[in-house]
């Protein structure tokens, strides 16, 4: 998948500059596509040149114009092409597992804590991830979002992204448990 997807499936939302865009990617996308800013203007840009997005300035006093981007209906056929594609496998590229199966006893005080480090940030995306459910939810039942909603599409992706971070959690605490009584083991 291209990032230009990814942006196609943010405009969806309305239009939007390159830093609601990157800001949004952090709360929302970030669940199943990463983009540091600098490749998200890029793309912009390719983007616009293709036809698939277009960019109107607005003018600001006291602050630089702000660039806002739409989606085109060359966007929107680009975008339906995609997700009619049948979607490829994951493949996870996890470094951290690689320094879990290459740990010995004497590595185990550096693996647990990279572990560690990870399991409070996969704590700290999970509560991000639920204060953005929260705000979608607006005081509705999940039953009432899904039937009064316009688009379902960003409330299933958090879904994942909150079901993938419980489950980082869930390992990180176990694998932890396990380093930690292996290593007073062998002390």
């Known amino acids: 998948m291209a990032l230009r997807n990814a942006v196609l499936a943010a405009l969806l939302e309305g239009s939007a500059s390159g830093y609601d865009l990157a800001k949004g990617f952090d709360a929302s996308v970030a ?9 998200l203007y890029k793309e912009l840009e390719r983007m616009a040149a293709d036809g698939l997005i277009e960019t109107r300035i607005v003018h600001q006093e006291r602050r630089p114009n702000k660039r806002l981007h739409s989606i085109t209906p060359a966007g929107r056929a680009a975008l339906h092409e995609f997700v009619a594609e049948p979607a490829k496998p994951t493949a996870i590229r996890d470094e ?16 647990r804590a990279t572990v560690a480090k990870r399991l409070d940030w996969s704590k700290a995306k999970l509560a991000r991830y639920e204060r953005l ?4 939810l607006n ?9 009064e909603a316009e688009r379902v ?3 299933l992706t958090l879904l994942r992204g909150i ?5 980082n959690v869930r390992w ?8 930690d009584r292996r290593t007073a083991a062998h002390a």
């Open 31 to 39: 669940n199943f596509w990463m983009a540091t800013p600098q490749q």
């Open 96 to 111: 951290m597992m690689v320094k879990v199966q290459g740990m010995d006893v004497e590595d185990a005080p550096a693996v």
């Open 133 to 136: 459910r929260t705000r979608l």
């Open 139 to 147: 005081g509705r039942s999940e039953q009432a979002y899904l039937a």
């Open 153 to 155: 599409g960003p409330y």
């Open 163 to 167: 079901s993938f971070e419980q489950e």
């Open 172 to 179: 990180a605490e176990f694998a932890l448990s396990v380093i």
